[in-house]
């Protein structure tokens, strides 16, 4: 994963305006001049604080995997439901980031879209999130009792990317519960 070194006021600017940029307006579509100018600093800040503009992408992404794995272990701790349907809540708290202004989808599919070449260093942040987020889900499915729980993960993962991209596709924004309704039958936990 990206290097957590420390960055200065300037680099940690670059770093916030990058992570917006990039998500709302794509990675290859801003351009090292654009993203200097936005975040007000030079093109050597972003050389010496990152060394690259593809180390900038893995730096942005490895934030964003870091906050996304802390929000979401924050919430299955504070959740109170239980077995089945506290795998399924994981729905639940993935279709509210539906729901917010300006979502396009998931950042780590988005930048794998873009970003196709496999020695790109943020290719192992993107690898690394949705690993972590298949065995969560895993993890889940054991703690529930449910049968072949690795198995249970994987689906589960494919619906939630299917989900993410419905919001790409078509601008979607109740593919997540209808996700939720799949995963409750494939769990053989149907409700409504």
Known sequence: MSDQRELS??????LEVATEVFYAEGIRATGVDSLVARAQVSKPTLYAQFGSKEQLVAAVLDRRRAARQAAMTAFLQQCAANGAERLL???DWLAEGHGQEGFRGCPFTNAAVELPDAGHPAREVISAYKDWLR??????????????PE??????LLL????????????????????????????????E
């Open 151 to 156: 198995e249970v993960g994987f689906g589960l």
């Open 9 to 14: 006021a300037a680099g940690q600017r670059l």
């Open 89 to 91: 809540a994981v729905f």
């Open 160 to 191: 939630i990317d299917g989900a993410n991209a419905r919001v790409v596709v078509d601008g979607d924004r109740t593919a997540m519960r209808r996700a939720k309704q799949v995963a409750a039958r494939m769990i053989g936990a149907d409700h």
């Open 135 to 148: 065995s969560t889900l895993t993890r889940l499915a054991a703690e529930a009792g449910l049968p072949r």
